[in-house]
């Protein structure tokens, strides 16, 4: 079975500030994991994965996640935030089937 | 428009009535999924299919909820019977294969 922590329901941080969002992985088999950005009333948008290639994965819009075993974490970080980058996050993880089981969601605010 | 459509985007109904939604998928993609997230929460896996069978349905899935996916191209989610708990945001997403999933914008369900 695969489930998905996300730690801290609510981050903010000032412009220009480091973006840390948390997520802790569960799973029995190798695990593949995501990372879903979603704006209000919107779909999900993939940021990025990793599916057991480089433990660093660079994404979209400056975002980059990394895989670490011994932790089970896949933490998101950006260097510098930007108002847009307003939104909620999401981790995912998918043990190899098909189904993505998401975490309960951080929502990152931005301020200038 | 290539990505994944949803119709329709809002349907407020009265608990009891049924309710279809529809999704078309990305063309050339094979498998499509519904979840299914409630304010405050990640998606939740519902149900997916691979072509035109289904292949996997969550316990969520209860006997009033009905998917179907004609032809393999687009897929309808029926709920019968409404209840107040069905009221959530309906997301549908497909991908070709095991690839990148892509999300439609979603069917926010009003159940009053």
């Known amino acids: 079975a695969q489930s998905v922590t996300q730690l801290g329901s609510h981050v903010s941080v000032s412009e220009g500030a480091l973006v840390l969002l948390r997520c802790n992985y569960s799973?029995?088999?190798?695990?593949?994991l995501f990372w879903y950005v979603q704006y209000p009333n919107q779909g999900l948008q993939l940021l990025l994965k990793?599916?057991?290639?480089?433990?660093l994965v660079k994404g979209i819009n400056g975002f980059e996640a990394e895989f670490k075993k011994s932790e089970t974490s896949f933490h998101l970080t950006k260097p510098s935030a930007h108002m847009r980058d307003a939104a909620e996050y999401f981790c995912?993880?998918?043990?190899?089937?098909?189904?993505?089981?998401f975490g309960t969601g951080t929502r990152l605010q931005v301020f200038p | 428009d290539t990505g994944v459509s949803q119709d329709p985007r809002h349907k407020i109904t009265k608990r009891g009535q049924n309710v279809t939604f529809r999704c078309d998928p990305i063309?050339?993609?094979?498998?499509l999924y519904w979840y299914r997230q409630t304010l405050g929460q990640g998606p939740e896996f519902l149900t997916y299919f691979q072509n035109e069978a289904q292949l996997e349905k969550s316990r969520l899935l209860s006997d009033r909820f009905s998917a179907e996916r004609p032809k393999g191209s687009f897929s309808t989610l029926e709920i019968q019977r409404t209840e107040q708990g069905d009221s959530a945001m309906y997301l549908c997403?497909?991908?070709f294969g095991q690839g990148q999933a892509f999300f439609g914008q979603g069917t926010r369900l009003t159940v009053v």
């Open positions: 063309s050339e993609h094979n498998r």
């Open positions: 990793y599916t057991s290639a480089a433990t």
């Open positions: 799973s029995s088999v190798p695990p593949y």
């Open positions: 995912a993880v998918s043990g190899g089937t098909d189904k993505l089981i």
């Open positions: 997403a497909s991908s």
